[in-house]
């Protein structure tokens, strides 16, 4: 690595600490003020609430550090600008990329760090955040989160229905089991208090049998226990949709497998499952489109124009990706397309800028 690599790899970190310290700042004071209140309602101890905290921190950076990327970026060469070093640079036969390339090499560092962060470390903080406030400071049990009020599963022939569901336990209560034919006629139910999940198989308990393949009525046996065959698994019940962004995309991907495997529309978590993939990179997106946007507006504007331009470009990028997002969630558009999308037109765009910036 060169001298001018390193002056503008450091000038560019400097800025990137600053920016994403702010940032995450910013985001735990106000989640303070919104938590602490409720938490010391609910007789959370200092420690407990600082442990909360602590293990938030992955999320808040995975949140924050797209826009941090960006505005770092702007505001380097906007400083090296205004300081006409990039002037200088050029005078001496240094060309735009070869400026532009320790951050470019930064960014795609930074993205990869990112995705680490998203599929490894994230995931398992939430969980340990997540536990830390239901059973430390709201004493709610082990339990309490993953109770999921009239669960219902199809599995090949069999239609699945489960008052709640106990992780700890690898329990369903009250449990209804609806046997059908190809065009979807009932031809037998269960009824049953619990289904424990041992050795990778569902056991009923206190089941009771009912057949309507009769001639008139129905017939009716009991069983104390009984095995049926259907493709659930624990970690499919411990899904929440307001949790699912904290999934990897191992997770997500099973999960939506197994939502398909039971006949229905798993489009809400493909697309979740790919953006998995593409918002950690949407930093290096950042990268290619803020350095031609910075070098276009030469001297001009300065830090308030970095700084603006952040918020303008942050802002539109965050609207498209959701619209996106929104038509891939509902179907409209192929999940992977939908994820992407938003990177794949903002990448156009810093190639565009670039083209068009004076050399």
Not at 60 to 87: K, Y
Not at 101 to 112: C, E, I, N, T
């Amino acid at each position: 690595m060169s001298i001018l690599d390193r002056y503008i790899a450091a000038a560019w970190l400097r800025l990137l600490a600053l920016c994403l310290g702010s940032f995450v700042a910013v985001y735990l004071v106000l989640d303070m003020m919104d938590k602490i209140p409720r938490f010391i309602r609910a007789g959370g101890t200092a420690a407990d609430m600082a442990g909360f905290f602590v293990y938030k921190l992955p999320e808040m950076i995975g949140q924050t550090a797209s826009f941090s990327i960006l505005m770092a970026t702007l505001l380097t060469l906007g400083l090296l600008s205004r300081n006409s070093e990039i002037t200088a640079m050029r005078s001496c036969g240094v060309s735009l990329l070869r400026i532009s390339m320790p951050m470019l090499v930064l960014g795609l560092l930074a993205s990869l760090l990112l995705l680490v962060n998203t599929e490894l470390i994230v995931p398992r903080s939430y969980e340990r955040m997540d536990y830390i406030e239901r059973v430390a400071i709201k004493k709610q049990g082990t339990n309490a989160v993953f109770k999921r009020n009239n669960i219902w599963f199809r599995s090949e022939s069999m239609i699945v229905q489960a008052l709640l569901f106990e992780p700890q336990e690898k329990t369903l209560k009250g449990v209804v089991v609806w046997t059908v034919d190809p065009s979807m006629t009932p031809i037998g139910r269960i009824d049953a208090e619990s289904a424990e999940f041992r050795n990778g198989v569902w056991t009923l308990k206190n089941a009771v049998l009912k057949g309507f393949d009769s001639g008139s009525g129905f017939s009716m046996r009991r069983a104390a226990a009984m095995d049926i065959a259907i493709n659930l698994k624990v970690d499919d019940l411990k899904v929440l949709d307001n949790n699912a962004d904290n999934l990897s995309f191992r997770k997500l991907k099973e999960y939506a497998e197994n939502l398909r495997r039971g006949g229905y529309q798993a489009f809400r978590y493909l697309t979740m499952m790919h953006s998995k993939l593409s918002a950690p990179f949407a930093a290096f997106v950042m990268v290619i489109l803020g350095i031609p946007f910075a070098l276009r507006n030469s001297r001009s504007g300065g830090i308030a124009l970095g700084i603006g331009a952040s918020v303008a470009i942050g802002f539109a990028y965050f609207v498209v990706n959701a619209l996106l997002l929104s038509y891939g969630r509902s179907g409209v558009l192929p999940p992977l397309v939908a994820a992407w999308g938003a990177n794949f037109l903002f990448v156009l765009g810093g190639i565009w800028l670039a083209m068009t910036a004076k050399s």
